[in-house]
């Protein structure tokens, strides 16, 4: 397994590592009564899983609104 190979599978595997500390997160909150909190681990949670299926089009889109802000 290469340096390809050992990334694709942390990319393929993190999802779903993603997916239940967001679960966890928020069902551990939601018993506290957190709404806040839940709201957030959610976010999270979707912006982290955003990031690992196409890390590409975030890179773009951040470059896309910095650009924007400075002007470029």
Known sequence: MGLKGLSDFVLEQGKYVIIMLV???ASKNFAKSKVVQVISAF?????AYFFL????KVFDGIGTIIGKLFGG
């Open 23 to 25: 679960v966890y997160l």
């Open 53 to 56: 299926n196409d890390p590409q």
């Open 43 to 47: 976010v999270g949670g979707a912006v």
